[in-house]
């Protein structure tokens, strides 16, 4: 799922991200464990998310993928376009090709790190990569890099 709410870049990297996708999915009353795909120096969903041979599906059932592979191979089957509640996500404060429908993510499609993630989220200074949630290309993870004094949502997937 995409985040119901906005964040600044400075969400305290790794483990900020990943509380706030837990948090996110404990108010929905949603199973399980979640995990951000965001990026850091010290971590990237290819080194820190299980590579699910099962399919990935929004918190609606829909299939966003087949499986890892499928997920990380630059088309997504549908974008990612639905909250912890079910809901269109929130806009961001900023736009890439004409939509504000970012999500920061510091995340190539491969699910490998990038080299913009505001100070590995941490500062609101510099620039961090986002990705459009209303997207099935590659642009869905990498989009842009925006000014880390925007704020937008994060993507959360169950683990």
Do not use: H
Not at 67 to 78: E, Q, R
Not at 120 to 148: F, Q, Y
């Amino acid at each position: 799922f995409t985040t119901s709410t906005v964040t600044a870049a400075n969400f305290g990297g790794l483990m900020g991200a990943d509380a706030i996708c837990n948090m996110r999915a404990q108010a929905a009353g949603l199973p399980g464990t979640y995990m951000a795909w965001v990026s850091t120096d010290q971590g990237s969903p290819a080194t820190r998310f299980v590579q699910s041979m099962v399919p990935y599906r929004m918190v609606n059932g829909t299939k966003v993928a087949d499986d890892w592979t499928d997920l990380t191979d630059g088309t997504l089957d549908v974008n990612i376009n639905k909250t912890e509640l079910n809901g269109t996500p929130p806009v961001a404060s900023f736009s890439c090709n004409n939509t504000n429908r970012m999500t920061w993510t510091g995340t190539e499609v491969d699910g490998t790190a990038l080299a913009n993630t505001c100070s590995n989220w941490s500062s609101t200074a510099g620039t961090g990569v986002v990705g459009r949630n209303t997207i099935t290309t590659a642009t869905w993870t990498n989009c842009a890099a925006a000014p880390c004094t925007a704020t937008a949502p994060i993507y959360c997937f169950q683990q």
